[in-house]
């Protein structure tokens, strides 16, 4: 199996090059050349472990790791880190079944390919030997950089330098990153939004003096955002994981089709699901739930991808994204594989900040359902579940409820429905919190911890105990303009 830029055919590597690089020479995305079919049949994967279902799945993909090296990287990455054996289980709520992905060390989804991702990345480095040191530059909504810190924290020859929005994190988030231990982590905050964030870590990539200089220090950059497709191929695993469940628990039969919906900002989770279907797993629509910033319900509205419009800091702030990089994986499968048509859509992007899609495009957009949820809406679902079925859901999470209640209303559909639950509602504590009663407004946010264990009866996670008191380590704060700077001070170049 051998994975192609997005925006030069002639660019092609096979998959443990593809992780090292995290992205393609001049800005395009890694995309396998073809999406492999399962395998194993379904009555046999409703028997498998979470590790064996990875093991299943990501074989197919990163064909170029040998049987013994992947089953490690499963095995040192779906451990003890999670607080459940079934890694990640399905609750049903309501009459949707909420796939909860966030029981690992950070407690949000982006535990589920961060944690495998560093062991592939020493591999990947290992069988291409790799010299230099390996920094990961990230750009985080939130979740990603304290998962990828989580994971990349004293891994021998690596550092590991994240940037997120300053003002546009939750205040749990926000602490989670600045009292990362670990010598080679280093966090900044920026006076900026996510967008450029990801937008001054995607041109430090491509700059090619920059290259130079960090390879004459023996270093060179990789990327932990879901742009490395050693993040996606992870977050193939649990649909197949899910749908095997499904089946085994007889909440649906075996061929019966099944919807499910995935909070989304960046893309990454939901094309993971568009892959997972793609290998013929048996997934009816792809329902992506959109927060106030509704680029993509917009896109698969109207066919043109405008991001000109004011950036909304919401409830949900792992989703306020307005230019979603995994988009560009589905855009170039849509145009053909074309690397020539998807790089003129890209440039486009760049230049006047919108593109629109062919009819002949948006017609293969069909398995797609798009909407949004409001603020105000995604504050009244989280009461009205925890109402009625005493289970509480974060906002992300929240947001994707209601699409979901707004795509049953709009087609009726009555297939068998799971939610990607992408993060624990102690993430959001006083979102969550003020959602249920607003008296809570008032509460300091541990205080707010404690109350939530009280209403959902679930214990709080080792994840938030662990920053309750943890000293503040990281103060470094920049402009968008001195991201460069900063990292080339941390690496002393
Ligand atoms: C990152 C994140 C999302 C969005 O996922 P994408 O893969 O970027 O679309 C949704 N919810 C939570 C909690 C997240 O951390």
């Excluded at 891994?155 to 939750?170: A, L, M, N, R, W």
């Excluded at 950036?311 to 855009?331: A, W």
């Amino acid at each position: 199996m051998l994975y192609s830029s997005t925006r030069n055919a002639d660019e092609k590597v096979t998959a443990s090059q593809a992780i090292l690089k995290g992205l393609a020479e001049n800005g395009g995305l890694f995309v396998p050349d073809s999406i492999p079919s399962l395998e194993v049949p379904v009555e046999k994967l409703a028997d498998m472990s979470y590790q064996e279902t990875a093991y299943e799945v990501m074989k197919l993909f990163l064909t170029d790791f040998t049987e013994e090296e992947l089953k490690n990287c499963i095995k040192n990455a779906y451990d003890s880190k999670f607080d459940t054996e079934e890694i990640a289980p399905l609750v049903k709520a309501q009459d949707a079944y909420y796939l909860e992905l966030f029981h690992g060390a950070t407690i949000a989804f982006k535990d589920m390919a961060l944690s495998i991702l560093p062991h592939l990345l020493i591999t990947a480095a290992r069988k291409n030997e790799v010299k230099n040191d390996i920094v990961i530059l990230t750009a985080t909504s939130g979740d990603t950089g304290k998962a990828a810190l989580a994971g990349f924290a004293d891994v021998k020859g690596t550092k590991i330098i994240v940037f997120y929005p300053k003002d546009g994190v939750s205040p749990i988030q926000q602490k989670q990153m600045v009292t990362q231990k670990g010598d080679n982590t280093f966090v900044v905050g920026i006076n900026g939004n996510f967008d450029q964030a990801q937008t001054g870590v995607k041109q430090m990539f491509s700059d090619k003096a920059l290259a130079k200089e960090m390879e004459a220090a023996g270093y060179q950059f990789s990327s932990a955002n879901s742009i490395n497709i050693g993040r996606l191929v992870p977050q193939i695993v649990y649909y197949v994981y899910a749908y095997a469940k499904m089946v085994k628990a007889g909440n649906i039969q075996n061929g019966e089709t099944m919807n499910v919906v995935v909070p989304t900002g960046n893309f990454g989770n939901i094309l993971a699901a568009f892959y997972a279907k793609n290998m013929g797993l048996p997934i009816g629509k792809l329902i992506c739930a959109s927060n106030e910033n509704k680029v993509l319900y917009d896109f698969f509205t109207t066919g043109e991808y405008d991001k000109n419009r004011d950036f909304i800091l919401t409830s949900s702030p792992s989703m306020d994204i307005l230019i979603s990089s995994n988009l560009e994986r589905l855009i170039y499968r849509i145009a053909g594989n074309d690397a020539k048509k998807n790089q003129e859509l890209m440039k486009s992007l760049q230049e006047n900040g919108k593109y629109e899609i062919t009819a002949e495009m948006k017609e293969q957009l069909k398995d797609f359902y798009g909407n949004y949820a409001s603020e105000a809406e995604t504050a009244a679902i989280i009461k009205e579940i925890y109402d009625e079925t005493g289970y509480i859901i974060d906002t992300h999470t929240a947001v994707a409820a209601v699409v979901y209640k707004k795509y049953q209303k709009d087609t009726k559909d009555v297939a068998k429905t799971v939610i990607a639950s992408t993060a624990s509602p102690y993430k959001f504590t006083r979102s969550v919190m003020t959602a249920i009663d607003e008296k809570y407004d008032s509460q300091p946010d541990f205080e707010l911890v404690d109350e939530l264990e009280k209403l959902s009866k679930v214990k709080v996670p080792q994840a938030i105990e662990d920053i309750r008191t943890a000293p503040v380590l990281h103060k470094t704060v920049c402009e968008v303009n001195e991201m460069q700077s900063v990292v080339k001070k941390f690496l002393g170049i």
